[in-house]
């Protein structure tokens, strides 16, 4: 189901590069006060210091957000929007993830109205990510940390990609549910994921976004390495029974057990912590890249 | 291997009495009779009166309230159902076509599942044997049926319908029959074809139970006439006895005139 | 001679079914995905291909073989050959089923993996069959109740109102689809539901040899004591009345009826999600070919089901590159299949309004 979320989340094909709203607007209450129906906005907001200026979440958000905004009011999420809860909050700003051309007039009337400044972010590549930052900087007072956290991702992911682009590509398959098994396909923030990661992406063959493929598929493309996301379920053991099946298929990836559930449920998330995602699959696909000292890890907060 | 019912066969009816359920009044109240071979016994009453309970009774369809029905003195309700079916046939009122296009072959030979099930059959498959055909050829011959033996029941008239009913009952060869209304959707020649047919089952001890509403044909062809209203058993003997006006007028609402030596008349009440 | 069947006919019946679904599975066998994963190319498989093909071919055959008997095991019971398991909302009934399951059993799940137990793990999948059975039948139970008319007091009800039947079906399957939403929502953080394939009918890439096993042995539960009660089928089309005059134990066929039906719905589910059309396309062509008698019928329909069924999973495999991925079997069957269901309502309504209109 997580990979279902994630989906919806991110295959918003096509829509247009998205700009704030040039008006800004001046609330009653001190301070911005925001409402995030994007779990990776919500991510984001968090990584930037910016978690006490959320005042409504998502109902997928409890496991990102900090002891202090647990019970934050939900407020929706990719398919429904609580309008009224959304008026009674007061926001400044309200974040949401739609293609620009399906953006609900109602909800353009309803901010225009209530002072509500609408971000509509999108997250399909990297360069999507670094946008959505800078504009989650601006609208919760946090800009120069954004600009910061965003220099220091994309440095940490530079030096990611040096280290992993000389080293050969292992052959790549990413599924992000098991049944049926969705495959991560090219034109994906995944698929730059794993191209910086050093990984040759066999998903890409088989078409954009996230094709759904059959066992005789995943042999044929012949992984040397299988992800299978597992989010929030119990990491990895020797001998994990989840991984029977897999094992039984004829892959090198089983034959050389190199099968790996990712468990950490925000892997996915386009977010600052991409570089450290990035590398956790470098060193799933290139084992002797752990010797290397990690570059600076994002600290949570600490901009 | 068909089993060989027996040519003869007495049912008695004790202290029967039916509701439809626990709380409703009683369909049927405290009837009893006894039929005797080669009986033709019609049962005769106004709408209502419980006939077709009676029947759906006998048939073992529905089971009795109190009292019991005895064939050749054992309990109905302690035989099998296809015991019972090898006794007894029944020719319904109208043989519903149902959802699928059966071929009246196919119909009629369903009259022989009973003949098979305990004894011959494979995996309760029961496939026809030479016998069974030559059971159901003979039945369609004689309810002239037999020229649409290849053609669905769903296509046939209400008429042809009911002639194939009563070859199914017929191709069952039950020393017992009950013949709910078999007349009513009958052209002439048809129902003068089959009273032949009636009576000469008869003449071969078979005994015959007929419901209905027609008091002509019951005065004509029937040996004994079962008299019902309201649930009860009313009157029970030989039709000059039973069919008068002094038994028909207070049930019927109508006045009944029988000359000597003619058929009944009836005539509206004048108020 | 039309209209009966020898032991002879039989016999040579059920030889030809076979020979025809080994066949077609042996044809199936040969289609696949090419080199890239994407084009379709005729060629004999390699032998790790050709394990996994023969897995998901046989899962496909037995999947069309249970829920063509169904569809014959529910036409019978309603007397209606509009029915089928999936219409009727039975298959989500027992998706349902299963979905409680993975929702109580989610903890235990989590310690299989925590402990590497693959004993546990393997219990917990293939325990699924108790919940799949009863989400089946309890749906089946309440579609008989709801859609059977009321007893009437002449000859007895003449079956299922096709009517009221697909309304219960419909007004079935839209609460039983609200409680896998329901029930999704509710599975923990964690726990895999495998959502997609409950609502959208692929077959399941979980399928084991021992799954296989258990589902085939589920269905032949259900269908063998049906097969061997197909001449009292036939007899239990006419009215109650008649039935009982033909020596049949009227209900003690209709029990038989839907639980032989649910069991195998249930034997589908445990390889697949939903997958519709299948219970009505194939006893219906073979009705059309072979006459209505169920003793033919419950031979011919099952394998036209597994045909059915082997065919279009090809054809969904086949055609990975013109997609861009894997279609769902279920959204193959639906395309085929409903236009096909509406031109078979549309034709039993004017038969309905001009032979039928009559009689009670």
Known sequence: MAAALFLAACSRNGNEATTAPATTSTTTTPGPRIISTVPAATLNLVLLGAADRLVGVTRYDDIILPDPQKNLPVVGDYETMDYERLITLHPSALVIQTAEARLSPRLQNLAASHNIQLVNIKLDTLDDLWTTIDQLGQISGKQLAATRAIATAKADLDALRSQTQYLPHPRTLYALSQNPVMIVGDHTFVDQMLSIAGADNVGKSIGNAYPIVGLETVVKLAPDVLLISAPGEPAQTPDDPRLAKWLQLPIPAARNHRIYLITDPNSLMASLNVAQNVRDIAQLLHPDLSTQPPPSPTQPGAL | MSVIAPSAA?????????????????????????????????????????????????????????????????????????????????????????????????????????????????????????????????????????????????????????????????????????????????????????????????????????????????????????????????????????????????????????????????????? | MKGTISPAAYARLWAICLFLSLAVLALCLLVGVGSDGKSPILAWPSADIRQ?????????????????????????????????????????????????????????????????????????????????????????????VLSWPRRRDSAGSSGADPLTLLLVGVVLAAINGALLFLLNSLVPQGVRADFFNYMTGAISNDTTWLGLAIAAVICLAGYLPLLAASAALNIGSLSDLEAASLGIHIARLRTLCFVSGAVMTAAAILLAGPIGFVGLICPHICRSLLGPDHRKLLVAAPFAGAIFLLLTDTFVRASVGLFHGELAVGVVTALLGGPFFLLLLKRRSLWGSTAGGGGM
């Open chain 2, 10 to 271: 007495t049912l008695a009816v004790e202290n029967l009495s039916f509701a439809y359920a626990p709380a409703a009044p009683n369909a049927l109240s405290d009837i009893s009779f006894t039929t005797r071979p080669g009986e033709i016994i019609a049962i005769v009453g106004p709408n209502g009166c419980g006939k077709s309970t009676l029947l759906r009774l006998l048939v073992g369809e529905l089971l009795p309230s109190t009292g019991r029905i005895l064939l050749d003195s054992t309990d109905t309700r302690r035989l099998s159902r296809t015991a019972l079916a090898r006794r007894l046939a029944l020719v319904p009122q109208l043989s519903t076509p149902g959802a699928f296009s059966y071929t009246v072959r196919e119909i009629v030979l369903m009259a022989r599942h009973a003949a098979h099930a305990g004894g011959g059959g494979m995996l309760g498959l029961s496939f026809e044997t030479e016998d069974d055909l030559h059971a159901a050829d003979l039945a369609m011959w004689a309810a002239d049926v037999h020229h649409l033996a290849d053609r669905p029941i769903t296509a046939l008239s209400g008429g042809e319908r009911q002639r194939v009913a009563i070859a199914r009952a017929l191709a069952q060869n039950t020393p017992l029959l009950l013949l709910d209304e078999p007349t009513t959707a009958l052209d002439l020649y048809h129902q003068l074809d089959l009273l032949d047919h009636l009576r000469s089952l008869a003449a071969q001890s078979r005994t015959l139970l007929l419901v209905t509403h027609d008091l002509h044909l019951a005065d004509t062809l029937a040996t004994r006439i079962l008299l019902m209203d309201a649930g009860h058993l009313l009157a029970d003997g030989p039709p000059n006895q039973i069919l008068t006006p002094a038994n028909l007028e207070p049930i019927y609402h109508v006045q009944v005139t029988r000359p000597q030596n003619a058929p009944l008349t009836f005539s509206r009440r004048t108020v």
């Open chain 3, 52 to 144: 996994i093909r023969i897995l998901r071919l046989l899962a496909a055959a037995l999947i069309g073989f249970a829920l063509s008997g169904a569809g014959v095991a529910l036409q019978a019971l309603l007397r209606n050959p509009l029915a089928d398991p999936y219409i009727l909302g039975i298959s989500s009934g027992s998706s349902v089923g299963v979905m409680i399951w993975l929702l109580i059993t989610g903890p235990l799940w989590a310690t299989a993996a925590a402990r590497s137990s693959p004993a546990l793990q393997s219990l917990l999948t293939q325990g699924q069959a108790l919940p799949a059975l009863a989400g089946a039948i309890v749906t089946c139970i309440l579609v008989y």
